[in-house]
């Protein structure tokens, strides 16, 4: 069955510190690949997507994800977090024309 | 409309009672997504729209919980006899066609049960 696991449900970083939110998914062919931010009261914004070509893709806010087709995974990552980056991460994917599926989210909270 | 606008962003109702929860989608955007957020989980799929039809509504969790589309655009979820536990936020999302293109989200309606 097709899923998609983001094994932390939180993380806690300093400002500064470098970040990486992991995502795995369960499919058979290449999905299409998302992460999504969820300011608390907001909905969820598009952070970066996959869908070919180059597999290190860059996304708005300084972050960028890896798709790495060996491992499944599509890990999220930051070289240095800001204050306002806590927030609820989701990594989700896209199968077939329409069907998305998220993951549990990550929940990321930054120390001053 | 700029971005997809769903309201009431809150709504308060007691158990028992039917609620009606519209969205807004990006104009023209052919799909339509409901999604179910209960605290603490991930996003539950609710319904799926192409146009007017719902082609996939296998997320509805209940005979009690129904969606509409007009038009191509606006969406109305109605729960009906509500329950405490369909207590949530209920977002909604719009994609344009073709297969590579994201779902813009909006806001969401927080749903209390009371």
């Known amino acids: 069955a097709q899923s998609v696991t983001q094994p932390d449900i939180h993380i806690t970083v300093s400002e500064g510190a470098s970040l990486e939110l992991r995502c795995n998914y369960s499919?058979?062919?290449?999905?299409?690949l998302f992460w999504y931010v969820q300011s608390p009261g907001q909905g969820l914004q598009l952070l970066l997507k996959?869908?070919?070509?180059?597999?290190l893709v860059q996304g708005i806010k300084g972050f960028e994800a890896e798709f790495k087709r060996s491992q499944s995974s599509f890990n999220l990552r930051k070289p240095s977090v800001h204050w306002s980056d806590a927030a609820e991460y989701f990594c989700?994917?896209?199968?077939?024309?329409?069907?998305?599926?998220f993951g549990t989210g990550t929940r990321l909270k930054v120390l001053a | 409309g700029a971005g997809v606008s769903q309201s009431p962003s809150n709504k308060v109702t007691e158990k028992g009672k039917d609620v009606e929860l519209r969205c807004d989608p990006i104009?023209?955007?052919?799909?339509l997504y409901w999604y179910r957020q209960s605290l603490g989980q991930g996003l539950e799929f609710l319904i799926y729209f192409q146009g007017n039809s719902a082609p996939d509504k296998s997320g509805l969790p209940s005979d009690r919980f129904s969606a509409e589309r007009t038009g191509g655009s606006v969406s109305t979820l109605t729960i009906q006899r509500t329950q405490q536990e369909d207590s949530a936020v209920y977002l909604c999302?719009?994609?344009?066609?073709?297969?590579?293109?994201?779902?813009?989200f909006g806001q969401g309606t927080r749903l209390t049960v009371v």
């Open positions: 996959y869908f070919s070509g180059d597999t």
């Open positions: 499919y058979g062919a290449t999905p299409y």
């Open positions: 999302a719009s994609r344009d066609r073709g297969l590579n293109t994201e779902a813009f």
């Open positions: 104009s023209g955007h052919t799909a």
């Open positions: 989700a994917v896209g199968l077939g024309t329409y069907k998305y599926i």
